[in-house]
């Protein structure tokens, strides 16, 4: 597993949803109670960015039609959807966000940014 920086800590603050990329692979990466947390950014419901969602519970809540997923494991804990997000190991250190991504994984969602953009 290589983990990749996608982003200062500060950059991530309590209780906030921001997307970031690294390479090809694109996250939602949030923080509850001072953790830091990385899914795949796109719910499982119709592919909505779960960035421009916002935190609840002890989940990653989508915009576009009020699925929610546990940060931790994934799964969803409120409809419609009914497939879990990806999750990803997060690891911060010396005030950076570093993401595990597994070698040669493929990036999960749908292509929304121009390859080199």
Known sequence: MEFKR???????PEGIVRRFFADDHEFAVA???????????????????????????DGIGCSCHGSAFDLETGE??????????????????????FVGVEAGEMPVGPRRRRKGA
């Open 76 to 97: 969803p804990i409120c409809p419609p959807a009914t497939v879990a997000i990806k999750t990803y190991p997060v690891q911060e250190r010396d005030g950076e966000i």
């Open 6 to 12: 996608v982003a200062r800590s500060g950059q991530v």
């Open 31 to 57: 923080r509850l109670n001072g953790k830091a947390y990385a899914t795949s950014n796109y719910c499982t419901h119709l592919d909505c960015m779960l960035s421009s969602g916002k935190l609840v519970d």
